[in-house]
């Protein structure tokens, strides 16, 4: 394997085949990943909010969605992957703590995965592989060789997609 990368928490980065992308402990935030077949280049983004419009302090873009997807998506071009064929699996977005409100604001997770959804619809990449929500968290591996995202957790396996 050329090498493993460690996506850290508000953070992104792309690999070519054979190496391997991985970010630990996916909770409300959201682990988008990004895959060219052909060219074999995988990208990973650990995404905290939805939103970075709604913040003051958003110059981190890779904290937020809709920054952090732009950012993935300009890298991986830059890598030799063709965005017209980019594809998405995505994972995380779960509700890690039970609140008794239906304020929006608590609905981390589900914000993230929404937001990303509509931004994968926005720039027609299709979402091929999907484990979001519950109330447990994921740690995640991305392969650039063949795609494969395998999804870990405590209590509820491994799996892949």
Known sequence: MAGIIIVGMADLNV????????TLGLGSCVGIALYDSVNKVAGLAHCMLPDS???QNNSNI???????????INN??????NKRILKAKVAGGAQMFAFNS?????????????????????????VVGRDTGANYGRTVELFAEDGRFVIKTIGHGTHII
């Open 53 to 55: 419009t709604q913040i």
């Open 62 to 72: 890779a904290k937020f969605v809709d920054t952090a997807l732009i950012r993935l």
């Open 15 to 22: 690999i070519k085949a054979p190496g391997m992308l991985t």
């Open 102 to 126: 239906t304020n929006e604001s608590m609905r981390i997770g589900d914000r993230n995965v929404d937001a990303t959804l509509k931004m994968l619809r926005e720039f027609n990449i299709p």
């Open 76 to 81: 991986m071009g830059r890598s030799g992957a």
